[in-house]
């Protein structure tokens, strides 16, 4: 650690002093946290830790420290650690005009992550879709990875009402997540397709209401337990809905979470919804 820490000074005295050999120049809170992000972005994550938290010793009211320390610690599997650096900025901000987007999704994340549903789902229902200005639409990606997105916070919002008993709440936060995905479905050919999430009942080519949702079951004719090319999957009118005081009811709400589990996931690349705006420009 000490030798890599040597190293990237040295590197900044040397970017520094290249500019002006005849002045001395001390980093700021801004060109540690500058260099946090460059190693988050890289997946870098203990490295953009140990930048942001550098940042924090130069000035412990360094917002974007606080964010980029919390994100980085999360990525690292330290849920509590970053639920500690987002609440402490939120505690000292302007909850009225800041722009804490990043802030109560992070914690949303890190309370899912810690098993804490009640606090999950404050932050995703009440403090992050709650504060969206719905009327521009307002669409949150963070800026640092951007298929990190509210299609995220969006599950995040209907696992914790799945978990605390809200099963009609999350019904509805279900539908109007495949609302936002949208962009990102797939039209199957046929049912017996295994590829695709809708059947284009319409033929628009898009998914729009009334089309047909993948609902997670299909006709095991094999049976293995496992879907396979030419078993007939099944698919459920949109918008879903379902008596959800019934096992089968919260079944299907089940099936659906670990559908849209498999959207918003980083790794398949099909999270990728337009954010039609750069928080960090």
């Known amino acids: 650690m000490m030798k890599k820490r040597i190293n990237t000074i040295s590197f900044l005295i040397f970017l520094f002093v290249m500019n002006s050999c005849r002045q001395e120049y001390e980093p700021q809170d801004s060109d540690f946290a500058q260099f946090g992000w460059k190693y988050y972005e890289s997946g870098d994550y203990l490295g953009a830790r140990d ?3 550098e940042a924090l010793k130069e000035d412990s009211s360094f917002a974007d420290a606080y964010n980029g320390a919390g ?9 509590d650690s970053a639920r500690h650096y ?8 302007d909850e009225e005009n ?5 802030y109560y999704a992070g914690l ?10 009640q606090q999950a789902l404050l932050n995703a229902q009440s403090n992050f879709f ?8 307002d669409i949150w990606c963070f800026c640092h990875r951007k298929d990190i997105n509210q299609i995220d916070v969006r599950l995040i919002q209907a696992v914790s009402e799945f978990r605390l008993g809200m099963f009609s709440e999350c019904l509805v936060t ?27 009942i319409d033929n628009s080519g898009t998914f729009t209401l009334n089309d047909k949702l993948y609902n997670g079951e299909w006709i095991d004719s094999t049976p293995d337990g496992q879907l396979s090319p030419g078993e007939e999957r099944l698919f459920d009118s949109y918008p879903l ?27 398949n690349g099909k999270n990728k919804l337009s954010c039609n705006t750069d928080p960090c420009n």
């Open 71 to 79: 994100w980085s610690l999360g990525h690292l599997g330290q849920a």
């Open 174 to 200: 279900i539908n109007t997540a495949y609302i936002e995905l949208t962009k990102q479905l797939s039209p199957a050919s046929d049912a017996n397709q295994v590829s695709g999430d809708f059947l284009d």
């Open 98 to 102: 800041d722009d804490l987007f990043d």
């Open 86 to 93: 987002f609440s402490s900025w939120i505690a000292q901000s």
């Open 130 to 137: 709650g504060k969206q200005d719905v009327v521009s639409g």
């Open 241 to 267: 809905f379902y008596d959800v005081t019934t096992v089968m009811g919260r079944s299907f709400l089940a099936n659906h979470l670990a559908i849209l589990a498999v959207h918003t996931s980083s790794q």
């Open 108 to 117: 949303a994340f890190a309370y899912n992550a810690l098993g804490n549903d």
């Open 51 to 53: 930048w942001f938290q």
